[in-house]
């Protein structure tokens, strides 16, 4: 009786030493709640293209050499080209010195177009064809420069000289701080007049101008 009297004593103490919760289920506490996603900006609407409008579209064409002959300046590639919008076979030299080339484009030009004053005069302007060479070492200061017309054209207070071995007209312009001396040439072959201006640098001098005047005639 004694030791079953010690084993309950024992049971009553250690149920006071055990903590209350140990009688009942364990609270396992909720988990936190999550944060909440962060908002997604809507992506900004990207407007279509507008479409082409046909104010925005290329002239044609048709349109450009409209405007052209409005302005009377033309810029063409070919002689050929060039031929055809004056109505004259355009002519070209033969000889150019080493080192020079052509500017891709030729003008033709109509003196007195667009200007209102000259449209009501009966006057008339046959059109001229200018072409330009240039120094590929210098193209900006070293140049040459043949105008053509089937009008006389003046070359700039010119004094009679020979030509090509005809009567023409010399210009010589002294050289100054800005530019080196220039020398125009102007003749004529019975069918259009000519006038060859260059600038007497590098390897242009006025022996070369004229062999270049003399090497001028029709492809």
């Known amino acids: 009786m004694k030791k079953l009297m010690t084993v309950i004593g024992l049971l009553l103490v250690m149920c006071l030493l055990v903590p209350v919760s140990c009688g009942k289920p364990t609270e396992v506490p909720a988990p936190a709640p999550a944060p909440p996603a962060p908002l997604k900006m809507p992506r900004p ?3 279509a293209p507008a479409p082409v409008s046909a104010e925005t579209e290329q002239p ?4 450009r050499g409209k405007e052209s002959a409005e302005r009377g300046i033309w810029n063409v590639e070919t002689i050929e080209e060039a031929s055809q919008i004056t109505g004259y076979t355009v002519a070209t030299p033969s000889f150019i010195p080493q080192g020079f ?34 120094w590929e070492e ?18 700039g207070g010119g004094e009679p000289a020979e030509v090509c071995g005809g009567a023409g007209e010399r210009h010589l312009s002294e050289a100054d701080n800005d530019r080196p001396a220039g020398l125009v040439l ?13 600038t007497l640098d590098g390897p242009l001098t ?11 005639g029709a492809d």
């Open 45 to 47: 609407l990207v407007p």
């Open 60 to 63: 044609t064409l048709e349109q």
């Open 101 to 134: 080339r052509r500017n891709s484009t030729i003008m033709v030009e109509q003196p007195g177009a667009g200007i209102p004053d000259m449209d009501d005069m009966e006057v008339d302007f046959p059109k001229r064809v200018i072409q330009v060479w240039m």
């Open 138 to 155: 210098d193209p900006r200061s070293v140049c040459f420069v043949l105008t053509q017309s089937p009008k006389k054209f003046g070359v």
């Open 186 to 198: 102007g003749w004529n072959d019975g069918n259009l007049f000519y006038a060859l201006s260059g």
């Open 206 to 216: 006025e022996e070369v101008l004229h062999q270049i005047a003399c090497s001028v």
